[in-house]
């Protein structure tokens, strides 16, 4: 009798503890499908090696006004927050920020003066995110803040930021990193993705959409743009949700045909592991074909991806790619990226991909801003140069950068679909403006003005 | 029945039939990581949360060897299934006797440690960083044959006949040899056991073995049936502890067939749109459901025999 008690006892305990570590473990796979509304994602370390091969005859030098002096001036302190917790870690790119400045630093620096960059990193806490802006400001006393990406802190720091008149340069998840007048991206995020993913395979006339996504928070912001898209071609659209990590992608990739139809797409927006899992699972059961077209937001732009799916989704799918596609671009930006992610960029873990372009791109966008201040860098100088950085030229994004005193910011909203070819992901469509049909791209051109 | 259809979005049993081949599929694997989940208990009284973590740990290092270092894919294999049972067999030797007059629940928390060291040793490893997802892929991927309308791999299969197979080797192991014996014996009562001459730390360090190979088997099954990722191998262990507590870790042939259950329960609920987003849920339903089932009918049979 005891024995029986004591086993129900321990039967209970486990089923208590164990769903105990799921929710755990969702919290860490909330924020790995929050990755997949991550920023976006990287090539792999077979493609890094070639491309830093081809850039080895590289110069970092450029990326300086003094080639080989090291900058000795008072040196101008930025901040970074990034979330690093297990599963999810997007600390690439402040560390590719900080390659970047390294790099200026060794060069001449801005005007003469080093950049100090400090990075901290969050794990998807609230209080920790909040702490961290604070100390950044109070104790750091950075004059500005450059490099962020965290899966919430637009949401918890975007009010501080606007009232320590900050004005942010940041790779975006949170809808409060587009939506609110401090913080301007260099890259769309997992709502302005998904619209490029699903404007892609509306591009291929399916009868129907099925558009998969992360049942993380916020769901319901970010289904609403392709939501309006498919909408206004009169597609109808099935919206799906999936907890993370997926136990069985057999039974969602079915699902997800099922319910799309032999004429139909599924767009996927998830992160590379499980998208992966997805689609692999597709293959498997031999559904890559049941349906007219597969597509995925920005995280999936990565060589991780197409070497895993191998040759059976050539021209089958389609993915969104928010920065220019490092592999067939050979542009001075893109080789001077390449050689300082080679030179300076050691604790880069990811390598070439989307993670370190982001960081490259936020440095290069802090440096331009930063060398247009005359007098002392102070917290007014560089805030007020960071908003007024208008129509840069990044070499990464398919349109200038402007930041500017708006109430909402999108400023990348022109992209690429690429699509994976015998274990490389190519370019499937140029530069193509994600369209107004979403209210909120709608509004920020309105305000812009563009 | 329409109504019902209706409100639940039901779909046909045409729709439903090849979420039953996947389920069956997923489900022989839960049935080979419970066997060795109950063959421990039944030994040493230890219920092993760390059995997916290890299993997580060991497919990775398969992966890193075929990858990274270009290892022949089946050796990479074997030293997965090894590394499970060394790591749980140095476990067990090490913390086993120090808490083999612990409460069970006390022995199962010990496991959790293991379970967060290794998670942790993973997480460190193999980074998700840079968006790197990883796969294991089994040459039988290949080979497949169609039912239901959907592709099935003779990995399915073979997952399906070694759950199949190592349940019935383990059930009749644990009834017809001197080993099985003096395991079911250590089960009842360590100390008369060990008084009676058995060789308890042997039998113990059989045992863990024995789990920890298994553990290593069921992670590369399911890295590649599931996917390789250490955070959903690690956690795919709760699957297979409902089908262990349906079997209230002693019967190896109800653990096969609960596990078959939960897995197939498990994706028919999938194409239910009213219920799929609380598919995870399943597990743990039908354990609660059992228990209590099997609670039930314990006070029933307690009362006739008026204790």
């Known amino acids: 009798m005891f024995q029986h008690v004591r086993r129900v006892r321990l039967g209970l305990f486990a089923i208590a ?90 060069n001449g620096g801005v005007n003469g003066h080093p950049i100090k960059l400090y990075k901290l990193t969050e794990p998807t806490q609230p209080a920790q995110i909040a702490a961290d802006a604070t100390k950044l400001v109070q104790t750091d006393k ?41 913080i301007a991206d260099v890259n769309m995020g997992p709502r302005y993705s998904s619209d490029g993913a699903v404007q892609y395979v509306l591009s291929l006339h399916p009868s129907k959409v099925v558009f998969d996504q992360s049942n993380v928070p916020g769901t319901g912001y970010i289904a609403a743009g392709p939501a309006a898209l498919a909408g206004a071609a009169h597609v109808p659209i099935t919206q799906l949700t999936e907890n993370v990590p997926i136990n069985d992608a057999n039974s969602v990739a079915l699902k ?190 309105k305000a812009a003005g563009s | 029945m329409l109504l019902t259809s209706g409100i639940l979005g039901l779909p046909s049993w045409q729709d439903f039939q090849p979420f039953i081949v996947t389920g069956i599929s997923l489900g022989a694997v839960y049935a080979l990581s419970g066997v060795g989940m109950v063959v421990l208990y039944r030994a040493t009284g230890v219920l092993n949360l760390a059995f997916g973590a290890v299993g997580a740990m060991g497919a990775l290092i398969a992966w890193q060897l075929i990858n990274k270092a270009g290892w022949n894919q089946w050796l990479a294999y074997l030293i997965a299934v090894l590394f499970g049972g060394f790591v749980t067999l140095v476990y067990g030797m090490v913390f086993g006797p120090a808490l083999a007059k612990r409460d069970p629940l006390v022995k199962a928390t010990a496991t959790l440690g293991l379970t967060l060291i290794l998670l942790g040793v993973m997480d460190l490893l193999w980074t998700s960083s840079g968006g790197a997802s990883r796969s294991i892929a089994f040459p039988t991927d290949n080979d497949t044959f169609t039912v239901a309308g959907i592709l099935v791999e003779w990995t399915n299969v073979i997952a399906l006949v070694l759950g199949l197979v190592i349940a019935v080797a383990t059930a009749a192991f644990l009834r017809f040899t001197k080993l099985g014996t003096a395991m079911r014996a250590m089960a009842n009562d360590r100390e008369i056991t060990a008084a009676l001459g058995v060789p308890v730390r042997r039998v113990e360090a059989a045992a863990w073995f024995g789990c920890g190979v298994l553990s290593g088997l069921a992670g590369v099954l399911l890295a590649d049936l599931v996917a390789l990722d250490a955070t959903t191998l690690t956690f795919l262990v709760l699957s297979t502890l409902a089908a262990t507590l349906i079997a209230r870790l002693r019967s190896i042939p109800i653990t096969f067939i609960a596990a078959i259950v939960v897995g197939t329960v498990d994706a028919m609920v999938t194409p239910i749109q009213a219920l799929s987003n609380y598919r995870d849920m399943t597990p743990f339903v039908l354990a609660a459901i059992a228990l209590l089932i099997q609670n039930r009918r314990r006070v029933i049979a307690v009362g006739r025999q008026g204790v």
């Open chain 1, 142 to 182: 950075v004059v500005g803040e450059s490099g962020n990406s965290s899966i919430l802190e637009c949401t918890i720091n975007h009010a501080y930021w606007e009232k320590q008149n900050f004005y942010v340069i940041a790779a975006g998840i949170a809808p409060e990193c587009y939506s609110t007048p401090n």
């Open chain 1, 17 to 106: 503890v164990l769903g105990v570590m799921l929710l755990a473990g969702c919290g860490g796979s909330n924020s790995s499908s929050s990755s997949s509304a991550a920023p976006s994602a990287a090539s792999s370390s077979a493609t890094s090696s070639t491309s830093s091969s081809t850039s080895a005859s590289s110069s970092t030098s450029s990326c300086g006004p003094k080639p080989g002096v090291a900058a000795t001036g008072t040196p101008i302190p930025l901040g970074a927050i990034n979330t690093k917790q297990p599963g999810t870690d997007f600390t690439d790119i402040e560390n590719m920020e900080g390659a970047y400045f390294a790099c200026v630093n060794a």
């Open chain 1, 256 to 445: 997800e045909v099922n319910d799309a139809g032999p004429n139909g797409a599924v767009v996927l927006n998830f992160t590379p592991p499980e998208a992966l899992v997805i689609l692999q699972a597709a293959q498997k059961l031999g559904l890559e074909n049941r349906v007219k077209a597969w597509a995925c937001s920005t995280p999936c732009d990565t060589d991780f991806l197409a070497q895993a799916l191998g040759s059976k989704w050539n021209g089958k799918f389609f993915v969104n790619a928010e920065l220019t596609p490092p592999d067939p671009t050979n542009t001075p930006t893109m080789n001077l990226y390449k050689a300082i992610l080679k030179q300076y960029g050691s604790d880069v873990s990811g390598g070439i991909g989307s993670f370190s372009q982001m960081g490259f791109t936020m440095g290069e966008i802090a440096v331009h801003a930063l060398e247009s201040i005359k007098g002392p860098y102070t917290t007014q100088s560089v805030n007020q140069a960071f908003v007024n950085v208008k129509g840069f030229d990044t070499g990464m994004l398919c349109q200038p950068w402007t930041f500017g005193h708006y109430p909402l910011h999108i400023p990348n909203n022109t992209d690429y679909t690429v699509t994976p070819q015998d274990g490389k992901m190519v370019i499937k469509q140029g530069c193509t403006a994600i369209s107004s049909v979403d209210p909120q791209i709608a509004a920020y051109h």
